[in-house]
């Protein structure tokens, strides 16, 4: 059974930063890209960063670029995303999405290139 679970999530002031993690279970984690999405109430879902299977490569959204850092730790099975300098707009619900490497062949902000999801997880940015 595969598991991708978010953690790290919380209420932050605006300018402050959190670090969200997503371990996974059931896979090869190794084989595996994974991306970050979010999705605030009453907006389309967003691709927010992706990070390609060996960790050597990845992407960023246009509204987080400079602020946010993706990584991961493949004896871990985890991916992290560190989000500094957090604004109101980073307000969303947070989830990771994970797609075997060696077949993915859409643009990685393609949701339904996903099979695998977490639950999500809030972020909550106040001012």
């Known amino acids: 059974q595969v598991r991708l679970v978010e953690s790290g999530g919380g209420l932050v002031q605006a300018g402050g930063s959190l670090n969200l993690s997503c371990t996974t279970s059931?896979?090869?984690?190794?084989?595996?890209?994974v991306a970050w999405f979010r999705r605030a109430p009453g907006s389309a879902r967003e691709g927010v960063s992706y990070?390609?299977?060996?960790?050597?490569?990845?992407y960023y959204g246009d509204s987080v670029k400079g602020r946010f850092t993706i990584s991961r730790d493949n004896t871990k099975n985890t991916v992290f995303l560190q989000m500094n300098n957090l604004q109101l707009e980073d307000t969303s619900i947070y989830y990771c999405a994970a797609r075997l490497s060696r077949t993915a062949t859409t643009p990685w902000s393609t949701a339904e290139s996903y099979p695998y999801w977490g639950q999500g997880i809030q972020v909550t940015v106040s001012s």
């Open positions: 990070i390609i299977s060996s960790g050597r490569s990845s």
């Open positions: 059931g896979v090869t984690f190794s084989d595996y890209s």
